[in-house]
C-alpha cells in the first residue's frame, strides 16, 4: 500500500445496551452483535446496526420503543428507527465529534425496550468508531502566522521555540528546519522544539534569520515560518578609524594609531579644510544613530560636527607668538553617539610650517663706523 493510501486507525468506542425480556421467553433480541465498526467521518444517515425485536405472537412492541436511555450528551447522535414491524435498525442522525483529542474515549448508549404487555429489557450494543488520518495542524500561532523570535545578542544558547500539532494517528511526527543552519540553529527530530547554537554578535552575524519549520507524519507535511532577529544591545566601543590630511601637498590617510600629526603652512585662508576624521560605532550599521564630532584646544581650528572635517578659522602667523616658538598646535577630538551617549577621545596635532614671506630686514646703522676728526692718518 503506497503512503498515500495510508490511514491511520484510532478507535473510539460507543455502547449500546439493549437488554429484553419477556415472561414467555419469546421477547428477545435477534441478529445483534456485541460489536460493530463506523468512521468518525460517516455521515448523518449512516446505518449502524439492524436487529429484530421478537415478541410474543399478537403483542407487539410498544409504540415509542426501543429508544436509546443514556444520559451521555454525545448519544443523541445516534436514534433507533423502525423499518418493519418488529425489524429496527440503529442510525447515526448526527456528525459525530471532530475534536482532538476525543473528548469521549468510550460511550455506552443503552436501548430500552418494551412492549404492550409491560414487558421491557435492555441489551448492550459496541460501536467503535475509527479515526481516519487527518491532516497535521499547527495549534499555535504558526498556524495562522510567521512567529517572530528576538533574541537580545551574547545571550546563551538554548531552547528560543516549541511548537505544537495537531495530529491524529498513530505514526511518530518528524521535524526538521530549512535551511539546515547547524551552526546557528538546531531542531530535535522527535518533539520539534528549536535551540540556538551560540551567543550571537550583532556586529558580525547576521540581523535575521528566516527558517522553516517542516512537520511530517508519514501521509501529511506540514510549514510554518518562523523569522528570527538579534537584538543589537548597543554595547560596542566607538573607535577613530582614520584621520586624514586634506590641504595639498600633504594630503593621505594616516594609520590613527601611530600618527596623528599634519603639517600645513601658515597664512592659510579662513575656511580652509585641512584635515579629516573619522569613527565608527559598531552598533551603528542602519545608521540610526549619528555620531557628533566636537573639538577644543584651540580658536584657529574648528571641526564640523557631522563629517569631522577640520578647517582654519583664522589666519595663522607663524612669525608671532605664540606660533613663533611653538609651531605645534595641539587640539583634543570627542566623538558622540547622540542617541546612547557613548562618546571616545582623541589628540591631533598641526605643524605650522614657516613660509619665506618675510623681506629682508637692513638697519644701515648698524653698520656704521664713526672717525674721530684729530685722528692722524699716516701716509
Not at 498515500?4 to 473510539?12: A, D, G, R
Not at 545578542?153 to 543552519?181: C, D
Not at 601611530?258 to 603639517?263: I, R
Request: hydrophobic share 35%; glycine share 6%.
Amino acid at each position: 500500500m503506497g503512503m498515500s493510501n495510508l490511514t491511520i486507525i484510532k478507535l473510539t468506542i460507543f455502547t449500546i445496551v439493549i437488554f429484553i425480556s419477556g415472561v414467555d421467553g419469546l421477547f428477545q433480541i435477534e441478529k445483534l452483535n456485541n460489536t460493530v465498526e463506523i468512521s468518525r467521518s460517516s455521515p448523518v444517515g449512516t446505518v449502524v446496526k439492524k436487529f429484530t425485536v421478537k415478541t410474543t405472537p399478537q403483542v407487539p412492541v410498544a409504540a415509542g420503543f426501543p429508544m436509546i436511555m443514556n444520559s451521555n450528551p454525545y448519544s443523541q447522535a445516534f436514534i433507533v428507527t423502525a423499518l418493519l414491524p418488529n425489524d429496527y435498525q440503529v442510525v447515526l442522525v448526527e456528525n459525530l465529534p471532530q475534536d482532538f483529542p476525543p473528548i469521549t474515549q468510550q460511550y455506552e448508549l443503552q436501548i430500552y425496550a418494551e412492549d404492550i404487555r409491560g414487558d421491557t429489557g435492555m441489551k448492550t450494543l459496541v460501536v467503535n468508531v475509527t479515526e481516519q488520518s487527518r491532516p497535521l495542524k499547527f495549534r499555535d500561532n504558526l498556524g495562522n502566522q510567521d512567529v517572530l523570535i528576538y533574541i537580545e545578542e551574547r545571550t546563551n544558547p538554548g531552547l528560543i521555540y516549541q511548537p505544537s500539532v495537531f495530529h491524529l494517528g498513530k505514526n511518530n511526527l518528524t521535524y526538521s528546519l530549512a535551511p539546515s543552519t547547524p551552526e546557528f540553529f538546531n531542531c530535535d527530530s522527535t518533539n520539534g522544539f528549536i535551540y540556538s547554537l551560540k551567543p550571537f554578535r550583532f556586529d558580525k552575524d547576521p540581523h535575521s534569520y528566516i527558517l522553516m519549520l517542516n512537520v511530517n507524519d508519514g501521509t501529511y507535511i506540514i510549514s510554518g515560518r518562523i523569522i528570527v532577529y538579534i537584538v543589537n544591545m548597543d554595547d560596542g566601543t566607538i573607535t577613530f578609524t582614520q584621520f586624514f590630511c586634506t590641504y595639498p601637498g600633504s594630503e593621505g590617510k594616516m594609520n590613527i594609531s601611530t600618527t596623528k600629526t599634519c603639517t600645513i603652512p601658515e597664512e592659510l585662508l579662513p575656511g580652509t579644510e585641512v584635515a579629516r576624521i573619522s569613527a565608527q560605532d559598531p552598533d551603528d550599521f542602519n545608521f540610526l544613530t549619528i555620531l557628533h564630532y566636537s573639538m577644543t584646544g584651540s580658536t584657529n581650528f574648528s571641526i564640523n560636527p557631522l563629517t569631522g572635517a577640520i578647517q582654519v578659522t583664522k589666519r595663522i602667523d607663524r612669525d608671532t607668538p605664540p606660533y613663533k616658538n611653538k609651531p605645534l598646535v595641539p587640539l583634543h577630538v570627542t566623538v558622540r553617539n547622540t542617541l546612547s551617549g557613548k562618546s571616545a577621545e582623541t589628540e591631533i596635532t598641526f605643524n605650522i610650517m614657516d613660509l619665506n614671506d618675510m623681506p629682508p630686514n637692513c638697519t644701515p646703522q648698524v653698520y656704521w663706523l664713526v672717525w674721530q676728526n684729530f685722528y692722524t692718518v699716516y701716509a
